[in-house]
């Protein structure tokens, strides 16, 4: 790289010119008019920080435990789709550079490499975001499949019965490339893995998505798979307290990044709530718009376990493969490291509340 990429949002802007412009549309598009895509960002910067002076900050300490498992700091991959649209090793290259920056990835069920060429590139833990199939056979012998190939936990996805309203995609034509393929879904016997990402126009029901899906396929779920399954796209404190009911071992409050439903509120005004509901039963993860070392110290300070990041890593695979994937997931750490110096917090258990100016 000639340009020195200090900060993510400056690998953003490179990374536009590294991609088409139909894959640049995909991956930093939301959904109607993007108030909550824009919200997502703003309400994080507008949470403001108390600074703390004259505590030995000499020693850090940024892990965090998640399921039984000690990760070196607190910021994970969230599942994104069809990264062969942005490089030509696609999760590959991903798993690759989350190794290499110890975060776990979180690979979803409609990569364009199949897992277990993914669990093959990774040493880092993995977990596996599911879509539920209509063709319920067909999802249990997926669930047995990313099982055997090590994934550690399950992320059923919650918030996408239907698509969004995202014209950007509708502009572009959105379209999976010739010889792009949903890889994980090879197979399945009603629907082919190359089916159209979205609906004819004037139908908004996927033949790669669920709308039938219930709280009764949660139990369903969890009844067949041996890993913990964790509630994707949780952003109401009643459906916290379902999702504890029903089993979950864990929810991770997201708004699907802004891409799905217009005018909810941004995850930073959730997650609060959500972590009330919760109240420590479960661990809650939070993601959308964190770009910062201090939107991760606000999210933890709110009570998250740990952070997911999407779009961030997307432009850091298309800006430079599986280096620009650690890049990106390394200067987040190394400016939560900043924050917690200078908020006078050394471990990320004493971060709580009290970093916020109330
Ligand atoms: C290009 C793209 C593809 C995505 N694909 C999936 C997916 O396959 N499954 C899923 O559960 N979420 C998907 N998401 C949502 C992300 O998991 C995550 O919730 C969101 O990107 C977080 O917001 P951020 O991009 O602002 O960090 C996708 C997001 C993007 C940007
Ligand atoms: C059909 C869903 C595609 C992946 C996805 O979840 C997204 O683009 O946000």
């Given at each position: 790289m000639n340009t020195p990429l200090a900060s993510l949002h400056d690998i953003e802007i490179a990374a536009r010119g590294c991609l088409s412009?139909?894959?640049?549309?995909?991956?930093?598009?939301?959904?109607?008019?993007?108030?909550?895509?824009?919200?997502?960002?703003?309400?994080?910067?507008?949470?403001?920080?108390?600074?703390?002076?004259?505590?030995?900050?000499?020693?850090?300490?940024?892990?965090?435990?998640?399921?039984?498992?000690?990760?070196?700091?607190?910021?994970?991959?969230?599942?994104?789709?069809?990264?062969?649209?942005?490089h030509a090793d696609g999760e590959v290259a991903t798993a690759r550079g989350a190794s290499e920056a110890g975060a776990p990835m979180i690979m979803s069920s409609f990569s364009n490499s199949p897992i277990e060429d993914v669990a093959r590139a990774t040493t880092a833990p993995f977990w596996f975001q599911l879509y539920v199939q209509p063709d319920r056979e067909f999802t249990k012998a997926l669930v047995q499949r990313v099982e055997a190939a090590g994934c550690e936990a399950l992320c059923l996805t919650v918030d996408t019965p239907v698509l969004g309203a995202r014209y950007r995609e509708t502009r572009t034509g959105f379209h999976l490339p010739d010889g792009l393929t949903r890889a994980n879904l090879e197979g399945m016997t009603q629907v082919a893995a190359?089916?159209?990402?979205?609906?004819?126009?004037?139908?908004?029901?996927?033949?790669?998505?669920?709308p039938r899906?219930?709280?009764k396929d949660v139990e369903w779920l969890r009844s067949i798979a041996t890993v913990?399954?964790?509630?994707?796209?949780?952003?109401?404190?009643?459906?916290?307290?379902?999702?504890?009911?029903?089993?979950?071992?864990?929810?991770?409050?997201?708004?699907?990044?802004?891409?799905?439903?217009?005018?909810?509120?941004?995850?930073?005004?959730?997650?609060?709530h959500v972590v009330?509901?919760?109240?420590?039963?479960?661990p809650v993860l939070v993601d959308g718009g964190i770009r910062r070392g201090t939107d991760v110290l606000k999210a933890l300070a709110l009570g998250a376990s740990s952070v997911l990041i999407g779009r961030p890593y997307l432009y850091g695979l298309a800006v430079d493969g599986a280096a620009g994937v650690s890049r990106v997931v390394r200067t987040l750490r190394t400016e939560l490291e900043m924050a917690m110096a200078l908020t006078g917090r050394t471990s990320v258990s004493a971060i709580d509340r009290s970093v916020l100016w109330a």
């Open positions: 412009s139909m894959a640049y549309e995909y991956v930093s598009g939301g959904a109607g008019d993007e108030c909550t895509l824009g919200w997502n960002e703003r309400d994080w910067n507008s949470i403001r920080l108390r600074q703390r002076v004259l505590v030995d900050v000499a020693e850090l300490d940024t892990s965090v435990s998640l399921l039984g498992r000690t990760l070196s700091h607190p910021i994970l991959l969230a599942p994104t789709a069809y990264h062969k649209l942005i190359d089916a159209a990402h979205r609906p004819p126009e004037g139908a908004i029901y996927s033949a790669v998505l669920e899906l219930t709280w913990p399954v964790l509630l994707k796209g949780i952003m109401d404190p009643d459906d916290a307290r379902l999702a504890v009911q029903h089993g979950a071992s864990g929810v991770i409050v997201s708004n699907h990044g802004a891409r799905n439903l217009d005018t909810v509120p941004s995850t930073a005004m959730a997650l609060p009330d509901a919760i109240d420590g039963r479960v």
